[in-house]
């Protein structure tokens, strides 16, 4: 158990004040917009929670946040095991490893217009390498035309874009696994699935754990890439949350309804990512006490 | 090592870095073409080669001086977000104390809010403060998604560090400051890298907030390029060009934090 120090406050305290500075008043600010009317910026009148019932009976919101979540769990489940077994097959050592951490570093440094624009380009059958590729070997592919190429486009793009953030993380959290593990590992012959299985993952968790919910929360409010990309077609194929939300917003200017819905949204990112911490806390305390007993 | 696994190793890893690599190549490609070249036909090199796209950038000062911008705000931020996040992450990893989870759980929901949220009350915000079109500002707006990120990474590493090496220390005689610059932070190296060169990234590639609270002084590099959409058309060939300058400053960071994420622990420093 760690010791209770109230003091341990002072040091979080800096952190307390940088992030409530940019986080307090404009939450304040669209609580407010998300009771009222506001017809203009001198008119508003309170409308209570009438917004919030607005939003919950949307038939569209609720189409956009099945979609959402399916692609946030597609996103997951391709991403996280593929970073996994990324930073188990990085070289460790030497210039070769130097190389390899910048190559994939290189796709999470392009701004994320430019991912979509690149994507755009790369994508078409008649000028890009993908999509000349995939019709030279036969495929009828188009983002344009079919919904599922289309998603599985925006699918593929995010996991090239956003793995090496899993990489990485896994990554640096291998290298800092004490040598005297593996030294023990191999007094024991355990066999290499025993130490990803008893060294490797249980010593990767806290980082794997801020893998998973940064993938989970950033997948969740994906905006800028699939709306360069498609647009949110062909139809609402890949309209995920954001994009209806700010079409919501900017479209018909309600800021009212616009700010109800963001807390809506945000209270629903919240609870799922509340449940993906909590769930992965308790498979480490599960894994922790079965490694005393075992 | 076994030599068949090895080998497949190896191939995983190569086939991931062609596909990592070739998007990428697509727009160094694009970058060396013309726009009539890149929308009239397929080539896997430039048939009319050009340096044109990158002259473009580097003497028209209202693209140039993006690049300056950014760096100056995002380089701000990073270091405001590791330094703050160091004794916080610290403290969560090493003490309980009152509503210790609730603070540390509530720091990650601020990144939970769509950016757009925020847009309109930061805008009032910092006008009203009389910040607007300073790095200082958007350099502020960006620690509200990094500083949670930069706390969360580093305690996870922190925690990985046993409990006994501070005791340890403090028996040897050592004062808090001292150990945790002299042990502890060669320890988690690691993770200090990782969490600088990602503050670094989130910064680099933000858009929306960067350019809401900049018009001119500040304007970075990302809001430069939303500029290549005009009316006669996308201006890919520049685009291109300026997506791939925008990737070289994060790569020269990550090419000086490799140590720091390859190395990780060292033992024999305790």
């Not at chain 1, 949204?265 to 079965?290: D, H, P, S, V």
């Not at chain 2, 990144?111 to 502020?140: C, E, K, N, S, W």
């Not at chain 2, 320890?187 to 890298?193: E, S």
């Not at chain 2, 997506?243 to 033992?267: C, D, E, N, Q, S």
Request: aromatic share 16%; net charge neutral; proline share 4%.
């Amino acid at each position: 158990m760690k010791p209770v120090n109230q003091k341990a406050w002072f040091l979080v305290l800096p952190v307390f004040f940088c992030v409530a500075f940019s986080a307090i008043l404009p939450l304040m600010t669209v609580v407010n917009y998300s009771v009222q009317d506001i017809i203009s910026p001198e008119r508003r009148v309170f409308v209570g929670v009438e917004w919030f019932a607005a939003v919950m009976r949307d038939q569209e919101l609720h189409e956009a946040l099945w979609r959402q979540l399916g692609f946030s769990l597609a996103v997951l489940a391709v991403e996280i095991p593929l970073g996994i077994a990324l930073a188990l097959s990085m070289p460790a050592q030497g210039w070769k490893s130097s190389a390899v951490l910048v190559i994939v570093a290189l796709s999470l440094l392009i701004p994320w217009n430019v991912v979509g624009t690149i994507w755009q380009i790369f994508g078409r059958a008649d000028i890009g390498l993908l999509g000349a590729t995939l019709q030279w070997l036969g495929v009828d592919y188009s983002y344009t035309g079919s919904s599922t190429d289309a998603w599985l486009t925006v699918l593929i793009m995010d996991v090239w874009h956003w793995t090496p953030l899993v990489a990485l993380l896994a990554f640096a959290g291998l290298r800092s696994i004490p040598d005297a593990y593996y030294q023990a590992a191999r007094i024991d012959g355990a066999s290499k699935f025993a130490v990803f299985r008893y060294i490797q993952l249980p010593k990767m968790r806290g980082v794997l754990m801020i893998a998973v919910l940064l993938r989970f929360m950033d997948s969740f409010m994906i905006y800028t890439e699939p709306f360069v990309l498609t647009g949110g077609g062909p139809g609402n194929a890949t309209t995920f949350l954001s994009q209806y939300l700010t079409q919501k917003a900017v479209g018909q200017f309600d800021l009212g309804p616009a700010a109800a819905f963001s807390l809506i949204y945000f209270l629903i990112i919240l609870l799922l990512c509340f449940i993906l911490y909590n769930w992965m806390q308790a498979l480490g305390k599960a894994e922790r006490t079965e490694a005393q007993h075992g | 090592m076994d030599e068949r696994r090895f080998k497949k190793r190896t191939i995983f890893l190569i086939a991931y870095l062609l596909f990592a690599l070739l998007p990428i190549y697509w727009m160094v490609n694009m970058s060396f073409k013309t726009n009539s070249e890149i929308l009239s036909s397929f080539s896997f090199f430039p048939q009319q080669f050009t340096w044109d796209n990158y002259k473009t950038i580097f003497t028209d000062a209202s693209w140039y001086s993006g690049y300056i911008n950014s760096l100056i705000y995002v380089g701000i931020n990073t270091v405001i977000s590791v330094a703050v996040a160091l004794p916080a992450a610290y403290a969560f990893s090493r003490y309980s104390f009152l509503g210790d989870k609730h603070v540390f759980f509530w720091l990650l929901t601020n990144r939970m809010t769509p950016p757009a949220v925020f847009l309109l009350p930061f805008f009032q915000l910092y006008t009203t403060l009389g910040m607007m079109d300073t790095h200082i500002a958007v350099a502020l707006a960006h620690l509200l998604f990094n500083v949670p990120l930069a706390v969360w990474i580093l305690e996870g590493f922190m925690s990985g560090i046993p409990r006994e090496i501070d005791e340890t220390a403090y028996i040897d005689g050592y004062s808090f400051p001292r150990f945790f610059v002299m042990i502890f932070l060669p320890l988690i190296k690691a993770g200090v890298g990782v969490a600088a060169f990602f503050c670094f990234m989130f910064s680099w590639v933000e858009l929306l907030l960067a350019r809401t609270l900049t018009s001119v002084n500040a304007k970075p590099i990302v809001a430069t390029m939303t500029r290549t959409v005009s009316a006669s058309g996308m201006d890919w060939a520049t685009l291109a060009a300026a997506g791939t300058l925008t990737i070289v400053p994060g790569a020269i960071v990550i090419w000086f934090v490799r140590h720091y994420i390859a190395k990780g622990f060292a033992m024999g420093r305790v």
